[in-house]
């Protein structure tokens, strides 16, 4: 017995979220324990107030809710996303994994159905790792990946606390910071964030497993100097060194694997003035692939890239991790579960890894998880061109609400 | 005959400006029109007033000082250079060429000697053109290379309107900015603020002329997107880009000339997070060379550097002229008395192209003009760890002083 959701009460839904932090570009200024972050996180309070459940609200801030079930002994299905989003990002990253759950919820109240396992809702805090690194920040903690004080201690460009400024929105609750009980499953929806779906024309993406990365930086110290009277040889331009290690790092991906990705997204250079040679330069990197071995061979061979820019310019560096991810696979107890829920909508289905990185990661230390994805136009996001038709939506949220529904009810 | 100014007293006078702006890295903070700028300028004044001088500042906030001469048909041989610095200069750039016409001036008061011609100091505004660009501003106005009022209409990053910055620290005068008679010569001393004279061993150096300059800004537009599910081959990625244009600066001028520079001393990067594709990426360049026509095809070859970038990379761009500046030659009149007056006092010189651009560069416009360099340990500048040492110090103020005097007394 499948279930459907409002299509309409849906997309009003994910309209009304929209509301909430929106930019002129049509996008999201949603940064995590921000103001728009208390602002959305009360209306998503509200909402799930108004179905008669209690919100519970744990010591880093990730927001629960359970709807009960009828088996005192079966553990709960959890469901669910985030609700901050990028400086400029869209409006269906992560959102629309929040929201999908919701209208669940709400669907099942409306029609009064039952289900033997209980199933939860989760909104996990800082999972865009824009504002306070490192990313996936909330179910990290909660699933014992990060020590929760070292977490509260970081701090954003402006130099505010985290922990501060998660008490002074509110969200600083009382609940241990983590699972309060055994979980039977995970399932997460996200839009794929990259061009296979649409490539392939399906309408919903069963993802069996999330990419494995690392993030790095790289800082190069050479010597500020006058840009005219010095001459080539007597420079030692730290900028020039990032600049190797840029191109290189387009270029190592094409080296390695077909699913591989390499990015320097940051650069910082000091003093930062068109007269004078840069003389500290700090390159952040990051690489991505299925499998392990390779990522770690692309980090190797950026820092080998980086030791020889260094040795050609004459400067010091120096190299930190930021953040690091082994490759996951998800259980085939939820992958079969989203997979059956789509054949059975009639939905056009593919099997795909993600790329990008989920809280889904951190819960398959937890319990059997797995994801749907919704097909991203042109494969884009973290900007406010980010783009999934409602169609898209509504067939991903409806194929996540089966497939809890489905694990929920041992079908 | 020759002057010699007091050695004790020069050096203390250099130490004296030296603490105001002082940083604790034992450079100078002092950007023009801010504080700092203020402070010296009034202490300037005081010194001056202190020899019985009036202090006249026009419009611009250029400041002079007269000693007369003997003859009234006789035209002012003019001296002097900046007290501004760079955010973290040192503490000779600049100062240096201010403060050696002031101990010329109290010296010819002290030994009551007389010349023919007057003299007349000069503290040029904002030559640095690190908070306010463009540099070498004061004297480009004064010499009628810029337009006043554009100039007043700068502003600098935090948004503060030159024109009201000059009204705020009191120095925005009421003489017109520009010549009030003419001039029989101009006369500056500088750091070298390169290393040729230390590697020849020399005690200071004859400026012969100044090389041309060109500044540009580069700016590539690619798109933003998730930094792992976003395939490299879907990516139109501005800082890579940006990288391969730093990578050929570099290399340019070691295919042009043995005294050709280039730089990039500015990126900026947006959105600049570590998960985000860069979307639009600013760098500048700058090419340097006593041949306009290197400067010219260095210029075209990074214009060409970025097109094939962009293309390479799917990106638009576009690219500004931010500065330009011929190379000039001094007059042999100013060569040759500052040439004679350092033979006169044993120091072993060489002549010298600078590098780096100086108000003396406007000058030439305006009368016959020459410079003395001192001596840059490392060629180091524009950074705290410039130095001079006081002996490299006294020979230049010493053979300045006496290259004026020669002139003004038309020995």
């Known amino acids: 017995m499948s279930i459907e959701i409002d299509r309409e009460r849906f997309i009003e839904t994910m309209k009304e979220q929209a509301d909430i932090g929106a930019t002129d570009g049509g996008g999201l200024h949603r940064l995590a324990l921000s103001d728009e972050d208390k602002a959305i996180r009360d209306w998503f309070r509200d909402q799930l107030e108004a179905l ?54 709400r669907t ?12 939860e809702i989760v909104n996990w805090t800082n999972e865009e790792g824009s504002r306070f690194q490192p990313a996936m920040q909330g179910s990290g903690v909660w699933a014992g990946v990060h020590d929760i004080d070292a977490e ?96 290189q790092v387009r270029r190592i991906p094409g080296t390695l694997g077909d699913r591989t990705v390499g990015t320097v ?27 392990d071995e390779i990522v770690a061979e692309a980090k190797e061979r950026v820092l080998a890239e980086a030791q020889t820019a260094a040795q050609r310019e004459g400067l010091d560096w120096e190299w930190e991790q930021r953040h690091q991810s082994d490759s996951v696979e998800f259980a085939d107890t939820c992958i079969d579960a989203v997979q059956a829920s789509a054949d059975d909508l009639g939905y056009d289905s593919m099997r795909i890894f993600s790329g990008a990185g989920h809280d889904a990661v951190h819960l398959t230390d937890i319990c059997d998880t797995s994801m749907v994805f919704a097909v991203s136009e042109d494969g884009k996001s973290h900007n406010e061109d980010e783009y999934t038709s409602w169609d898209d939506c509504y067939s991903a949220a409806n194929t996540i609400a089966n497939a809890a529904y489905r694990l929920a009810t041992d079908e």
Do not use: C
């Open 265 to 291: 997204g940051y650069v910082d250079a000091q003093p930062n003035s068109i007269n004078i040679i840069p003389e500290e330069v700090t390159i952040t990197f990051g690489f991505r692939d299925p499998s």
């Open 108 to 119: 099942l109240e409306e029609e009064g159905r039952v289900t033997e396992h209980p199933i």
């Open 152 to 247: 509260y201690d970081r701090t954003d460009e402006n130099g505010e606390r985290l922990g501060d400024e998660l008490e002074r929105i509110g969200y600083r609750g009382d609940i241990p910071v983590e699972p309060q009980n055994d979980y039977e499953a995970y399932l997460e929806l996200h839009i794929e964030q990259g061009p296979y779906l649409e490539l392939e024309e399906k309408d919903v993406g069963v993802v069996t497993g999330v990419v494995g990365f690392y993030w790095g930086a790289i800082t190069f110290y050479g010597e500020a100097d006058h840009s005219g009277p010095t001459p080539m040889h007597y420079r030692n331009d730290a900028l020039v060194a990032a600049a190797d290690v840029i191109t």
């Open 52 to 105: 008669g459940l209690e919100v519970r609200v744990d010591a880093f801030g990730n927001m629960f809710a359970r709807r009960e079930g009828t088996d005192p002994d079966a553990d709960p299905i959890l469901i669910g996303s985030h609700l901050d989003s990028q400086p400029y990002g869209g409006i269906y990253d992560g959102a629309l994994g929040v929201i999908a759950p919701l209208e669940l919820l």
